[in-house]
C-alpha cells in the first residue's frame, strides 16, 4: 500500500508540474519546480515503486515468452507430472502444486505440445476443484482451449487468462493466503523452468539478463505473500522465497537514465533505463541451486 500511494503521488506531481507550467508566472513555476525536485530526490527508487503497481508479477506465460525469444528449446523433463496431482492431500500442497501445473501448462501451450495441453489442463481442474477455487475455471474457457489445441497464440493466452482468473477469484473471495500459494507455485516454477533451459551461464546471454529484471516482479510477489505472513500456510514458503530474495539482492546494477513513454498501440506507460541488474556467474548458480530445491520440493508434498 506504500508503495501505491507513493507511486500515485509522483503521478500527481508530473502532471501538476506540468501543468504548472502552461499556466502560472516563472516565480510559480520555480516554486513548483523546488516541490517537485523534493519529491524526486530517490527517483530510481520511485521508478521500482511504479512498477510495482503497474504490474505485480508476471503471468506464467509471460515469463516463458522469455524462454522463447531466446531461442530455447522445450524439455519435457521439465515439468511436473501430472499423474502427480493426486498425491497432493492437504491444501498447501494442493494449491502450491496447482501453481506449478499453470506453469507447465503454460510452458506446454508455448511450444505447441498438444497432447499434454488437455491433461495438465485436467490436473488444473482437479486441483482447482479440491481446493474450493472450481468457480474461478470458467466452463466456457475450457471449452475454448479443448477447441484451439492447434493454436499455440490462442492456448498461451487462454493460460494467462486463465491464472488472471484464478487470480481474481482468490482476491475477491478473501482466499488470500491460498492466493499466496498459487502464485508462488507458479513464480518458483516458472524460474526453474527458465533457470534448468539456459545450458550454461554466459554474461550476455538475452534469457539471463531478462531473469535478472525479475527481480522487481520479485519482489512484487514476496511483499504481496508476506502480508499474510500471520497464517501459519504461508510460513515455510516465506522462507524459501526469502533464499531467493537475497540472492537478488546480491545482483550487479548498472544504473542509467530513467524515461518514461507511452505505447503508441495500447496507451500503457512505460518506463525504461533506471536500475539494469545481472548475474554474474556464481549468481546464476546459486540461484539455480536455491530454485531447483525449492521446487523439488514443492513437487514432492504429499
Do not use: W
Amino acid at each position: 500500500m506504500k508503495n501505491i500511494k507513493y507511486s500515485i503521488l509522483l503521478l500527481c506531481t508530473l502532471i501538476l508540474f506540468s501543468c504548472t507550467q502552461k499556466k502560472t508566472s516563472n516565480e510559480q513555476q520555480d516554486e513548483a519546480k523546488a516541490t517537485f525536485d523534493s519529491l524526486m530526490q530517490d527517483t530510481s527508487d520511485i521508478f521500482d515503486n511504479l512498477q510495482v503497481v503497474m504490474h505485480r508479477f508476471p503471468t506464467p506465460g509471460e515469463m516463458f515468452g522469455v524462454i522463447k525469444e531466446g531461442g530455447l528449446q522445450y524439455y519435457d523433463n521439465l515439468i511436473n507430472d501430472y499423474k502427480k496431482s493426486d498425491n497432493y492431500l492437504n491444501t498447501k500442497a494442493q494449491a502450491l502444486n496447482l501453481g506449478v501445473y499453470i506453469a507447465d501448462f503454460a510452458y506446454i501451450a508455448l511450444f505447441g505440445r498438444q497432447n499434454e495441453t488437455v491433461v495438465y489442463l485436467e490436473a488444473i481442474e482437479d486441483l482447482g476443484e479440491k481446493i474450493n477455487i472450481s468457480g474461478a475455471i470458467n466452463e466456457s474457457l475450457v471449452k475454448r482451449i479443448k477447441s484451439n489445441l492447434g493454436n499455440v497464440d490462442s492456448l498461451v493466452n487462454f493460460s494467462d487468462e486463465a491464472y488472471l482468473d484464478m487470480f481474481s477469484y482468490c482476491e475477491n473471495n478473501n482466499m488470500h493466503p491460498i492466493n499466496a500459494l498459487i502464485s508462488s507455485g507458479a513464480y518458483i516454477e516458472g524460474l526453474y523452468i527458465a533457470l534448468n533451459s539456459i545450458d550454461k551461464y554466459s554474461e550476455n546471454d538475452p534469457v539471463l539478463e531478462q531473469l535478472a529484471q525479475q527481480r522487481f516482479t520479485f519482489k512484487n510477489l514476496l511483499a504481496y505473500v508476506s502480508d499474510y505472513r500471520s497464517d501459519k500456510i504461508l510460513t515455510d514458503i516465506i522462507i524459501e522465497l526469502e533464499k531467493i530474495n537475497s540472492i537478488f539482492n546480491s545482483l550487479e546494477v548498472e544504473k542509467s537514465v530513467s524515461k518514461v513513454s507511452s505505447s503508441k498501440t495500447d496507451n500503457k506507460l512505460i518506463i525504461g533505463g533506471g536500475k539494469k541488474y545481472k548475474f554474474n556467474k556464481k549468481q546464476f548458480k546459486e540461484l539455480k541451486t536455491v530454485t531447483n530445491k525449492i521446487r523439488n520440493s514443492i513437487t514432492n508434498l504429499s
